[in-house]
């Protein structure tokens, strides 16, 4: 039979799985083969399911379970749709009710299925989201809506919310994620907004797809000019290709010419973008403004639609803005959840893991002792990073791995320790995420390795909350008059458009002055994954060239060589903390 879920359209033989292997056909009915199990049931504000335009600012109760009807390549999910083990002792067995009353008891204004597709739990989101309608509770998803006409009737009457991830307008993009075309996905986006679903649609801006991106805004304005459009400036992760990356400057250019088109498209993944903003078209007054809030994800800051005459009408919101009411802590909810788990991946994978299933394992320990908090705490601090190993390499057997490890980074660390004696001048460092006015928070490991390195982090000096920081203004930058600045080797920005944004923003600092401001060579070299040793390094030789020259290359190869058996190539480095590149291969999945 014919499973009709999805757009798919799997053939399935009786007592087989369906293609994503979260159905079974048993006689004329295909089964979910994990129902009610779920990996979170936390709260989170809208903003970073993400959702702009629907009951802005407001908690909701996020739920999460595991698997994917697509596996679209350099998926920011992976560790959730590909690697993480449906039947694991960490997925939380919770009927639709007692999901229900997880919501009202957190006060929550709804629920949101996100971060994996409610497509790999139709079953089980229904009846959530039924038993939520019941209780007068709002109920949305995110999803890539491959729904089949049948499916999409299922649920159609009790959702009121929807964020649908595009993959292009070609049926070669559905093909590269294992689906089959557009076709489906812009009928159903029709259908949810004829049905008065609050829809926004979310797409990758990769370097290779921007006409598809205005065809797509071109598509949806003929729906509507009021439906939101989120580009969502591509991050390479996993087994992507890095030289799909746009720079912020690009996605910026690319969403000003969206907006011709439709009312609201907003920039993500672009740290101290202002085009999250939402400003009145008459007037130019900010109305809604936001702030980056970890991959895919933003942050309601201030909320004044009445400002301006115009304003409230322009907005299209639907439920009033709040801003405030609540707040996720680091690594809890959303997208960091994600990096959380990719970057116990990256430690496993330095202390020799090759096994999937072994990560999964790890995972499961870390997350029934609840310790995820801790952990964010341990990799904020190299003594603790270390430590951290040194626990992972017991819980795995590998305990010789890690003391190679650990001594490997720990010779590094005496070695720039040692050249700083007697230093009589720590140059002023501040390090920012994209673009210039986006602050990392001072506890950050990124600022503790400018003081290992010898440099004097300002960021330290910084009240500052958000993920992984937040937007300042000039005048605190300019306060701070860093000698140094250094621009993030997750979300970054090139040396020449950072500088010329400084000038452009009125930045008037040392470093800018003096053109000294620098990225890592080596991609997510500065956080998360131990191969942070080489952005230590090369912080070094920047701060005091007079005394370090540390061959970073050599020492990539090195590392390479010595922690993930494999050759050190810069073209196939992305921005995975996991993964020490885009060609890793697990002996078993
Ligand atoms: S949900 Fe989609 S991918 Fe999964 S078995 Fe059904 S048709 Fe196949």
Redesign the pocket.
């Known amino acids: 039979m014919q499973?009709l879920?999805?757009e798919?359209?799997?053939i399935?033989a009786d007592g087989g799985l369906?293609?994503?292997g979260?159905?079974r056909r048993i006689g004329e009915t295909?089964v979910e083969c994990y129902p009610d199990r779920y990996l979170l049931a936390c709260p989170i504000v809208i903003e970073t399911m993400p959702m702009l335009h629907f009951h802005p600012g407001s908690k909701f109760l996020q739920i999460s379970t595991v698997g994917c009807?697509l596996n679209c390549p350099g998926c920011i999910s992976t560790t959730l749709v590909r690697e993480m083990d449906p039947a694991s002792s960490i997925m939380q067995q919770m009927s639709a009710d007692q999901v229900v009353a997880t919501a009202v008891s957190q006060e929550c204004r709804g629920i949101a299925f996100l971060m994996n597709d409610p497509?790999a739990s139709l079953d089980t989101f229904t009846k959530v989201a039924q038993a939520a309608r019941a209780a007068g509770l709002l109920v949305g998803c995110a999803t890539n809506a491959t729904f089949t006409e049948r499916s999409l009737s299922r649920l159609l009457p009790f959702i009121d919310f929807i964020n649908i991830g595009v993959k292009g307008l070609t049926a070669q993009a559905y093909r590269s994620c294992g689906g089959r075309s557009p076709d489906a996905v812009l009928r159903n986006l029709r259908l949810l907004h004829e049905a008065g679903v609050h829809v926004e649609v979310a797409c990758m801006h990769r370097r290779d797809n921007q006409d598809e991106l205005r065809n797509l805004a071109h598509r949806v304005a003929k729906l509507s000019p009021a439906i939101p459009l989120q580009v969502m400036r591509y991050i390479p992760l996993e087994s992507a290709d890095p030289g799909w990356e746009p720079t912020i400057l690009e996605s910026e250019a690319l969403v000003f010419d969206l907006r011709k088109i439709l009312r609201h498209v907003y920039l993500f993944n672009s740290p101290g973008t202002d085009q999250l903003d939402s400003l009145c078209p008459e007037c130019g007054e900010v109305l809604l403004r936001r702030d980056f809030y970890g991959p895919m994800g933003a942050r309601l800051l201030a909320a004044q639609p009445g400002s301006c005459p115009h304003g409230s009408a322009f907005l299209d919101l639907r439920g009033d803005a709040v801003v405030g009411a609540f707040r996720e802590g680091d690594f809890q909810g959303g997208y960091p959840f994600t990096r959380a788990l990719e970057i116990v991946q990256s430690m496993l994978i330095a202390l020799g893991v090759r096994d999937a299933v072994e990560v999964v394992r790890v995972w499961e320990k870390i997350l029934n002792l609840q310790s995820l908090k801790e952990l964010h705490l341990s990799i904020q601090q190299p003594s603790a990073y270390l430590a951290t190993l040194e626990y992972f390499g017991a819980l795995t057997g590998r305990q010789a791995r890690a003391a190679a490890l650990i001594a490997y980074l720990g010779e590094r660390l005496e070695a720039v320790a040692r050249g700083l004696a007697a230093v009589t001048h720590r140059p002023r460092v501040y390090y920012a995420m994209g673009k210039p006015l986006f602050a990392i928070k001072g506890p950050r490991f990124e600022n503790q390795l400018v003081q290992l390195a010898g440099g004097d982090s300002v960021n330290r000096r910084l009240d500052l909350s958000g993920r992984p920081g937040m937007s300042i203004d000039r005048e605190v930058l300019n306060a701070l008059n860093p000698e140094v600045m250094v621009i993030s080797a997750f979300l970054s920005c090139p040396v020449q458009d950072f500088h010329a944004e400084c000038l452009r923003l009125g930045v008037d600092v040392e470093a800018v002055r003096n053109l000294r401001i620098y990225t890592p060579p080596v991609p997510s070299s500065d956080f998360g994954g131990p191969r942070w040793i080489l952005g230590l390094l090369f912080l070094a030789n920047i701060l005091h060239p007079e005394r370090f020259h540390f061959d970073i290359a050599r020492e990539s190869k090195d590392f390479y060589g010595e922690f993930y058996d494999m050759p050190f190539v810069p073209d196939h480095l992305n921005r995975s903390f996991g993964k020490p590149s885009n060609t890793w291969c697990w002996t078993r999945t």
């Open positions: 499973c879920n999805c798919n359209r799997c399935v369906g293609g994503c979260q159905y295909m009807n497509l």
